[in-house]
Nanobody, 112 residues
């Protein structure tokens, strides 16, 4: 069955960095675009970053441009989100999305 499993979340100080991973299985990863979303308490889930199937095109939410980088390794069926210069407003549960499936989410907490 299709699985998307996020990892790499945690507690980080303001200005720090984290790298999230989304390991996938059960589908042909290289054929699908992948996205990262996040949901903060009391807010709607929002798109953070998106990458096309072969990685030739990426897009980002304005709030993370220049700080976050989405990438993928099709040989490992894994997508990544490198997050730098983290701010308190980046605190949220981060979800991986692809092929109409969601991962379970990973918590990112930025302390000031």
């Amino acid at each position: 069955q299709v699985q998307l499993v996020e990892s790499g979340g945690g507690l980080v100080q303001f200005g720090g960095s984290l790298r999230l991973s989304c390991a996938t299985s059960g589908f042909t990863f290289s054929r699908y675009s992948m996205s990262w979303y996040r949901q903060a308490p009391g807010k709607e889930r929002e798109l953070v970053a998106h990458i096309t199937s072969i990685g030739g095109y990426t897009k980002y939410a304005d709030s993370v441009k220049g700080r976050f980088t989405i990438s993928r390794d099709n040989s490992k069926n894994t997508a990544y989100l490198q997050m730098n210069s983290l701010k308190s407003e980046d605190t949220a549960v981060y979800y991986c999305y692809g092929n109409n499936y969601w991962g379970q989410g990973t918590q990112v907490t930025v302390s000031s």
